[in-house]
């Protein structure tokens, strides 16, 4: 049997990116591995595991007998995303940095290198697809087969030319499966937990990393009747819907009946940045929580071109349920790519500075930065 073209897999040391390798190896690919290195600030810290990831990465290459080669992408990591999300937290919002790491890095940075290695194609352990669709001669990204695992939320600002290099072997199995086979076959990493939070953070308190970069103003934290409750330390360090960390869990809110109201739990609502006032309410379900529609910038097509407006799906926030929704072009003839979306059903916590994500069934059309959510009325 020929040898099929070249692949460069992204991995990470996790168990995904290396039955990834496997399964391409499998199929007659000639593979290499690549792994890559986006952080070095604190590299040394208990909360950093770049160099355990690269031992597991090298250690599966060894299995596998493939090439692996360490690549440095921190100065453009720095650069094209942590210098955004710094920005954009210092702004007041909250932005999702794995989604700007994805296009800028893990399909920019690393596709770049990988063509200059002669490689046709690259591939990571995402749980997601591409597929050509024939009519329109347009790749696709489809959502993973897993509906518990599926990452087309953060590949949603991929464009035709990196769909078009890519491929997710991962994408058709569920996690269970990948699990099983990377037993079978004797990888080392069979057993490792998933990584979680933010690739830079890693598992460190979030609020202590971000006092390092960002300056705070500590302030009031107020309810929805204009009472002090308590002092907030920075308005960068919350985000709408947060319930842990406010330090205001015994109090009750006014005007609650005798007997109940000082359990039910306290959300961040908003954030007002000119009087560095923090605004909370008592219940998941309070109106000043739920929103009908949104307002969203920075869009960016799977397609190249803009969906027509009319009735999908779209996300609001990871591992949400897909929600019915409207797309409508944006108001007041904004010149940026942007695009509003009306709600059937109101959405709780719509957070400016994440992704709203649009869906047509199983395919993964793109998306938008939150700009600004409109409450729902009632």
């Known amino acids: ?21 496997y399964l391409l190896k499998q199929q007659g690919y000639e593979v290499i591995g690549i792994f890559m290195k986006n952080w070095e600030d604190d590299d040394d810290s208990a909360y950093c595991s ?3 990831d690269f031992v597991d990465a090298a250690a599966v290459a060894d299995v596998l007998g493939i090439e692996i080669e360490h690549v440095n992408f921190a100065a453009e990591y720095k650069d094209r995303v942590f210098s955004e999300f710094l920005r954009e937290y ?18 920019k940075s690393f ?26 001669g347009r790749h696709e990204l ?22 078009s290099k890519t491929l997710f072997p991962v994408g058709e199995l569920h996690k269970t499966e990948v699990r099983r086979i990377a037993q079978e076959i004797g990888l080392p990493n069979a057993k490792k937990k998933d990584s979680t939070g933010i ?16 300056s705070k103003e500590p302030g009031p934290i107020k309810d929805p009747t204009g009472r002090t409750i308590g ?27 005798k007997g109940g109201g000082e359990h039910t739990p306290w959300f961040v609502a908003r954030k007002d940045l000119d009087k560095n006032i923090l605004w909370v309410v008592q219940g998941h379900d309070h109106p000043w929580l739920l929103s009908e529609g949104l307002a969203a910038t920075d869009a960016s097509w799977c397609a190249g071109i803009e969906p027509t407006p009319g009735l999908y799906a779209a996300k609001t926030r990871y591992r949400q349920a897909d929600a019915p ?54």
């Open 325 to 378: 929704c409207e797309l409508r072009a944006a108001a007041n003839g904004a010149t940026a790519p942007a695009f509003e979306m009306h709600f059937p059903q109101a959405q709780w916590a719509v957070t400016p500075g994440q992704s709203a994500v649009l869906y047509d069934g199983d395919v993964c059309l793109g998306g938008g930065v939150i700009d600004a959510a409109t409450r729902a009325r009632g």
């Open 111 to 136: 596709l770049d290198h990988a063509m200059r290695l002669g490689a046709e194609k690259i591939a990571t352990g995402h749980y997601c697809r591409v597929r050509l669709n024939e009519q329109t």
């Open 90 to 107: 210092q702004a007041g919002r909250t932005p999702n940095p794995d989604i700007l790491c994805n296009a800028e890095i893990k399909f």
């Open 142 to 163: 489809l959502k993973g087969l897993d509906p518990s695992k599926d990452q087309s939320y953060f590949l949603h600002r991929l464009n035709q030319a990196q769909l």
């Open 231 to 257: 002092q907030h330390v920075g308005l960068s360090f919350y985000t709408l819907g947060q319930r842990q960390g406010l330090g205001i869990g015994g109090i009750k809110a006014k005007g609650a009946q």
């Open 199 to 214: 690739c830079f953070i890693g598992e460190r308190p979030f609020r202590d990393f971000l006092n390092r970069y960002i």
């Open 1 to 21: 049997m020929s040898q099929l073209p070249r692949v460069v897999v992204g991995l990470s040391g996790g168990v995904d990116s290396a039955v990834s390798a």
């Open 50 to 52: 770049s160099n355990i």
